[in-house]
């Protein structure tokens, strides 16, 4: 047996704290409550989670500002708890690196839904860099190094992609000039349904855009093919 699956609620509200805890302990994983980013923040240097459930009403800080630091750590995942669930919310979430965002109050199905998603993701992610050894592509301008998830240009820029970006951009990297639905691209998981509202892959498309595109709003690599999803337009090169 494996070790648990290490998850870190950064929530103020007592009763949440309790429910998040309960319901997924009951699915197996091993869940730490801190009621402050401050204290979140002690905890994930002394030992990194697989996984961060961050609110954005904590007491001591301003949780978008958590997020947009945890999400340059590779090493684990973010999903956003919010009571704010408008579209404008979700999307600034996303765009700032949070793995998912789930709106209060949430069903427990659709959070454990969503737990093992960010979980799973990662997991292939990881077995794919594994499989890899070092495994880079090389498309356009840029190099890909799939182990440390950073993007390389042939002027020496970098950027570093999260988890979810990561994955989608290596799904895409294994299929040029094929289009690939958005259902293809979100992945086929047995736990989780079509939600209501669903932008990430949209989202992490904009983002990856934003990092490998001369311009953004007129890609050339990663195409739009309206009403069927995404399509790489360059060609690909594996290098080991």
């Not at 427990?108 to 960010?118: G, I, T």
Request: charged fraction near 30%.
């Amino acid at each position: 047996m494996g070790r648990k699956k290490r998850i870190y609620l950064i929530e103020d509200e007592a009763d949440i704290r309790r429910l998040v805890t309960g319901v997924l302990e009951g699915y197996g994983y091993e869940v730490s409550c801190w009621a402050s980013g401050r204290e979140a923040r002690a905890a994930i240097r002394r030992q990194p989670p697989d996984l961060c459930l961050v609110d954005l009403g904590l007491p001591d800080m301003d949780g978008l500002t958590l997020v947009r630091e945890l999400w340059e750590d590779v090493r684990f995942g973010v999903i956003i708890l919010s009571g704010r669930g408008g579209t404008s919310d979700r999307v600034l979430g996303l765009e700032l690196g949070a793995d998912d965002y789930i709106v209060k109050p949430f069903e427990p199905r659709e959070l454990v839904a969503r737990v093992n998603s960010a979980i799973r993701r990662r997991e292939q992610l990881a077995g794919a860099s594994a499989a890899a050894e070092g495994a880079k592509a090389r498309f356009g301008s840029w190099l890909f190094d799939l182990g440390d998830l950073t993007l390389t240009a042939d002027d020496g820029r970098q950027e570093t992609l999260t988890a979810a970006e990561a994955s989608l951009l290596l799904t895409l990297l294994r299929a040029p000039k094929r289009v690939l639905s958005r259902d293809h691209l979100q992945g086929s998981d047995p736990d989780r349904d079509d939600f209501p509202y669903d932008r990430s892959i949209d989202v992490r498309v904009s983002r990856i855009r934003k990092k490998i595109e001369e311009d953004p709003r007129s890609p050339r690599l990663i195409k739009t093919v309206y009403g069927a999803g995404y399509l790489f337009a360059s060609d690909v090169t594996w290098l080991r």
